[in-house]
């Protein structure tokens, strides 16, 4: 099991960019499978983008395909999400998962992540 702590939400105007990290603490988590969901208010969690857990593949919502990036920094033990084009409807919590279980494939289910950070609120606004 890991800690999952987000950073980098905030408020940005439509077309701006933010960058989210996720940083782990105790446990191997280069070797996790990971994914970042969001949640805007009155809608249920939804999955954003995700990355296998050996890198080799990644997957994204079709909403933000062509506009969000996912990438890790194992030395770091982070997960990134670059954002940009952003538009008010990713306005959202945005959750960092991980789990230990090696699919063989990009986990788009929230069922399949045991681990999850706290969340970190982006507001998207002019």
């Known amino acids: 099991q890991v800690h999952l702590e987000e950073s980098g939400g905030g408020l940005v105007q439509p077309g701006g960019s933010l960058r989210l990290s996720c940083t782990a603490s105790g446990g191997f988590f280069e070797n996790y499978a990971k994914a970042w969901f969001r949640q805007a208010p009155g809608k249920d969690r939804e999955f954003v983008a995700g990355?296998?857990?050996?890198?080799?593949?990644?997957d994204y919502a079709d909403s933000v395909k062509g506009r969000f990036t996912i990438s890790r920094d194992n030395a770091k033990n982070t997960v990134y999400l670059q954002m940009n084009s952003l538009e008010p409807l990713d306005t959202a919590v945005y959750f960092c998962?991980?789990?230990?279980?090696?699919?063989?494939?990009?986990?788009?289910?929230?069922?399949?992540?045991?681990?999850w950070g706290s969340g970190t609120q982006v507001t998207v606004s002019s």
């Open positions: 990355i296998k857990y050996n890198g080799q593949s990644t």
């Open positions: 998962a991980a789990d230990a279980a090696t699919y063989s494939f990009v986990a788009t289910s929230a069922r399949l992540y045991r681990n």
